[in-house]
């Protein structure tokens, strides 16, 4: 075992950081569905990566083998240079893991909870010290079952710090969770990605993973279908802008072709009665579309813009949206 | 891969601190889980009831209602005042001195069971109902005080010893068939819920994805259980022995080594039971299944001998038979291990086999 006063006095400066998580053509099926199919992966050390996918796409599988809790079919798992079928017991003592659908024990206190967590891990920060850390400090002593959702998520949040983890597996960490809660837990994230921390995380918000995530891996149907930065995943489907309209219920559709050989348009699509523009120059497409508009006489209802999202290149990709399954 | 070598190298976060070594105990993952399940144990009122105040609700109830009753005095109707000073010599008869008419109207209507009146000839007429017990019982003694005050000596002289004592009354019986299903209760709803509850809400999941060395987890129950299981008894038999003078004849060191082991081997049967249950209403299905039967004829409110012979064989290897016959024996004849000792070995056959077989189907998620 390799304990951590001798990793740090053999600590040397590095220029690049080390892979801390590295898949390798990783497999695992479910009676008839492949949950994970052929996924090759490296998460480096300080960064937060995520895994963003509809619901089904194999974020948490894949997850769950990374945490050692399931077994892979086949394919290679190395996670801080270590292996799960023979370093398992060293590697529990250095992950952080907050899981979906965990409801702690309702009965006890925050603190107790904590102190509970903190009893399995060899090194660690005070339990109070981590309390503290999630904002609970005030409810130390307030049982689980009367904390909201929002409290609940940073509970298990600090039942993941207690080991002091080099790795931080967070599975969905703001489902479910209001507008509010969400953003108090985001400022947590970076808090510890501030702090150094590798993180894993999955979550089916595309403005989650733009906000925390270095990079991020888009899933679907067990296969990583789009890897990168957020900033790089958007530039490659080339649009910068979405325009989306609507002409109500008049009698006359608008004619779509006539759009698609506007200057800045690079794709047009209908949705819900909606049509989206994907533009690259929204200060040229708008005027044009309005022009067109009017030339075609359709009343305009609704004129909406946004700038490209990771949910765009996620539709681009696949022709659904994140949120559809 | 030497990239992921190198990961050794990488810098500790922040915050990093090791544990001081005075909390070691307190600290300690099997304290901590053992004070978990103490603490929800404590702050779950219904459970409280059912383990503490139930089983003794119980023996009040039916120790009340099955109390031994002083002999019953019987009511009998004399017409003469010296017949009914001749039969008040008699502690068992209550006499009334009626009127002819009014006793012959008390006798018909079961107010009395005997009406002495004098016959021809200075004789004693007894007129009743052969067919009453009482009437005859009645019979029997109002003519015994009548002889004997008209001076008969009786040849054989006789001395009354009385045969009261603790130890045959129903409640004498009653208390370790209760202790016994309070044994047997409490150890399979006391494991079987926990653990079925922390499956379902995936705590138990997580807590594998900690170092949590996974027969700590196990054992804290065992030793939650073991703790309980001092104020279960005490309770149960410091209420018998101060309410009802219920004996402890045999020694507490068997006594004790019995309630363990027999905690023990039906905490095994709620983990086996537990061990691969997703819903709590299907544990609580199964653990009705299996303690129904063993409640109703291993002899918790009534000897198990009135089933007939031929199941008498599966009744005796039943847990709950073994630990109250074992229980009987040891508090109501003093028995030691060597007369328990088929009793302990059924206990313990339940307990290996029952612990092995859940260990190899238990489910972790």
Known sequence: ??????????????????????????????????????????????????????????????????????????????????????????????????????????????????????????????????????????????????????????????????????????????????????????????????????????????????????????????????????????????VEHVVEFSAGHAAQQPDVSAMRQMEGVRDVRTENGNILLHVTQLHQAVPSLLRELNRQGVPLTELRTHSATLEDVFVTLTGRHLRDE | MSDLTAFNTVPTAV????????????????????????????????????????????AAGLGVAFRNRPPDVLKIAAVTPEMTRSLHQEKLLDVQELSPAAAEDALRTGKVALLVQPGPNGTAEYRYDDTNPEGRAARLLADRAVQQAAGRVDPVASTDSLMREPGSRYIDFLIPGLLGMNLMGSAIWGLGFAIVDARRKKLMKRLIATPMPRHYYLLSFVLSRLLLLVIEVGALLGFGALVFQVPLRGSLLVLATLCILGSLAFSALGLLIASRVQTIEAASGLMNLVMLPMWIVSGVFFSAQRFPDVIQPVIKALPLTAAIDALRANMLQGAGFAQIGSELGILAAWLVVSFTLALSLFRWR
Not at chain 1, 30 to 57: Q, S
Not at chain 1, 133 to 150: A, C, D, I
Not at chain 1, 190 to 200: D, S, Y
Request: aromatic share 6%; proline share 4%.
């Open chain 2, 15 to 58: 915050g990093a601190k090791p544990s001081p070594r005075g909390a070691a105990v307190a600290g300690h993952p099997l304290v901590q889980l053992t004070l978990v399940r103490f603490r929800e144990f404590l702050r779950e009122p219904e459970a409280m009831f059912w383990v503490f105040v139930f089983p003794i609700l119980l």
């Open chain 1, 1 to 238: 075992m390799i304990d951590r006063d001798s990793r740090d006095t053999g600590r040397v400066a590095e220029s690049v950081s080390p892979v801390a998580l590295r898949l390798r053509n990783l497999r695992k099926a479910y009676k008839d569905v492949v949950a994970v199919d052929a996924i090759d992966l490296e998460v480096r050390a300080g960064e937060c990566f995520g895994l963003l996918g509809p619901n089904g796409a194999g974020k948490t599988t894949t997850m769950e083998i990374c945490e050692g809790l399931t077994a892979a079919d086949s394919g290679d798992v190395a996670l801080l240079g270590m292996h799960w079928n023979s370093d398992a017991a060293e590697l529990r003592q250095r992950l952080g893991i907050q899981l979906q659908e965990t409801q702690l024990a309702e009965k006890l206190t925050v603190l107790e909870t904590v102190a509970l967590f903190r009893s399995f891990f060899r090194h660690g920060p005070e339990t109070s010290e981590v309390i503290a850390q999630v904002q609970l400090g005030e409810k130390r002593n307030s049982r689980v079952g009367g904390l909201s959702g929002g409290q609940k998520q940073r509970l298990a949040l600090a039942c993941a710090l207690v080991g002091d983890p080099d790795f931080l597996f967070l599975d969905e960490p703001t489902t479910g969770l209001d507008p509010q809660a969400r953003r108090q837990l985001w400022d947590l994230i970076e808090q510890f990605k501030a702090a150094g921390r590798t993180i894993l995380l999955t979550t089916h918000y595309m403005d989650e993973a733009e906000r925390l995530c270095d990079r991020v891996a888009i899933m679907d149907h067990g296969r990583i279908i789009a890897l990168g930065t957020p900033r790089e995943l958007i530039a490659s489907i080339g």
